[in-house]
């Protein structure tokens, strides 16, 4: 999923407050490494000298070995889906190692092969594995370790929210669905800058070849004005605003007119930067910045329905998308790290002091409140505005509920990362 944003940080950047580019890294959220069906796949853990050893990756935080009993709140953490999740994590841990995550620092699959196997040997059923099963098995074979920041000072950092959204939509332009989602251009092209210069690897760039010569991909604006340059719409959305936004969250769910239900994964974006609707309103006049909320905004727009395109336009980026079935409701959009999300169980995560694919302690607070919120979960995702150790963005899940967590979590916390015993410190590859 890799969000653009938090949704914190979205709701700044709609009132003006910040402008960044889609992808700074020019990586590509959301899509994963090497696709597995998590509801269909059994967990298999390859002999240890099948499992392939890449190049050490540095991470810029460290680790403090500590206990069990010093993470907070640990025992009152009911584990709930834990053992899902785990599953599913050793899963992706397991994979053959390619594409975008061998541009990341992963969590190294030789250390996790003897946990992954005892996993799969356990007998105990993801779905309904007694939490205090899976307590005893954390405990048996994970080591607590506190992350410190650069400076070796226990680190607290900011941690903020996001989810997976609704639209309603059609499979037609019809009625009130006017508002294309595009799957990916057939002209778009995706350059990998490092497989020519080592330098810039995991940056890349996007274009379309005109003559002989890659020039940027059309804008929004150019896409809108270009009846013969569109993509292909996956579906038609009934507000223009929730399109948007779902565009910034890097997928989400759309229910169709017939009432079923289906997943617009990201699969790639036009290489252009991300420019502020809000800001362009507080431009022309239209709103206050302080009142660029995307409420405000949305009603803007149903009050001036000829000039929305024309707010829209004032942002040139524009993401793609993939239709996938929702099989598992439980289970959210894929991550960075390519294994499907699961609500309050799952983080985004800055790579240079975690490395994807780590179980963590998370230690902060409920949204707007004193009220603890400490949990096991999983380092699955990344995000432009996730930078620093301890930084992290916390999947809500999905729908109307969690998006009102989402946007009201701005909170401090800690991490704890639980890594292999006998494996040393936390590692990355």
């Known amino acids: 999923m890799k969000r653009i944003l938090s949704l914190t940080a979205l709701l700044a950047v709609l009132a003006g407050c910040s402008s960044v580019p889609v992808t700074p890294d020019g990586a590509s959220p959301g899509a994963p490494d090497a696709p597995i069906n998590i509801a269909e796949q059994p967990l298999r853990v390859p002999a240890l000298g099948a499992l392939p050893e890449t190049p050490a990756r540095s991470l810029a935080g460290k680790f403090q070995q500590t206990s069990w009993a010093s993470l907070p709140g640990w025992q009152n953490d009911g584990l709930d889906h834990v053992w899902k999740a785990f599953i599913n994590n050793c899963k992706g841990l397991m994979r053959p190692v390619s594409g975008s995550l061998v541009q990341q620092a992963r969590a190294t699959p030789r250390v996790w092969q003897p946990v992954c196997a005892a996993a799969a040997q356990s007998g105990l059923n993801p779905d309904s594995a007694p939490s205090a099963s899976v307590r005893q098995f954390l405990q048996t074979h994970l080591q607590p370790w506190r992350l410190l920041d650069a400076a070796g000072k226990p680190a607290r950092n900011t941690v903020t929210g996001y989810y997976e959204p609704l639209v309603h939509a059609s499979r037609s332009r019809q009625g009130d669905y006017q508002w294309p989602l595009y799957a990916v251009p057939d002209d778009l092209l995706t350059i990998d800058l490092g497989a020519v210069y080592p330098d810039l690897a995991g940056k890349r760039v996007r274009g379309k070849v005109v003559g002989k010569r890659v020039v940027p991909y059309d804008t929004r604006a150019e896409i809108a004005a270009s009846p013969d340059r569109q993509p292909r719409a996956i579906v038609w959305v009934n507000d223009p605003v929730e399109a948007f936004f779902l565009q910034i969250q890097g997928s989400g769910r759309a229910q169709l007119t017939d009432g079923s239900t289906i997943r617009l994964a990201y699969a790639d974006h036009n290489g252009r930067p991300y420019m502020s609707i809000g800001q362009w309103l507080a431009k022309k006049g239209e709103l206050k910045l302080a009142q660029a909320s995307m409420q405000n905004i949305k009603t803007w727009a149903k ?70 919120l400490q949990r096991l979960v999983f380092a699955q995702d990344t995000g432009a505005a996730i930078k620093g150790a301890a930084r992290t963005d916390y999947y809500w899940g999905f729908g109307d509920e969690a998006g009102a967590l989402a946007g009201r979590m701005k909170q401090q916390g800690e991490v704890w990362v639980l890594w292999p015993k006998q494996a040393g410190a936390p590692s990355a590859r």
């Open 303 to 372: 009050n001036n329905p000829s000039r929305v395109q024309e707010m829209l336009n004032a942002n040139p980026a524009m993401v793609f998308f993939s239709e996938e079935a929702v099989i598992d409701p439980e289970l959210g959009p894929k991550g960075a790290y390519g294994i499907p999300l699961i609500g309050q169980r799952a983080v985004a995560v800055d790579t240079q002091f975690v490395p994807l694919g780590a179980p963590l302690y998370l230690s902060t607070r409920q949204p707007a409140s004193s009220t603890p």
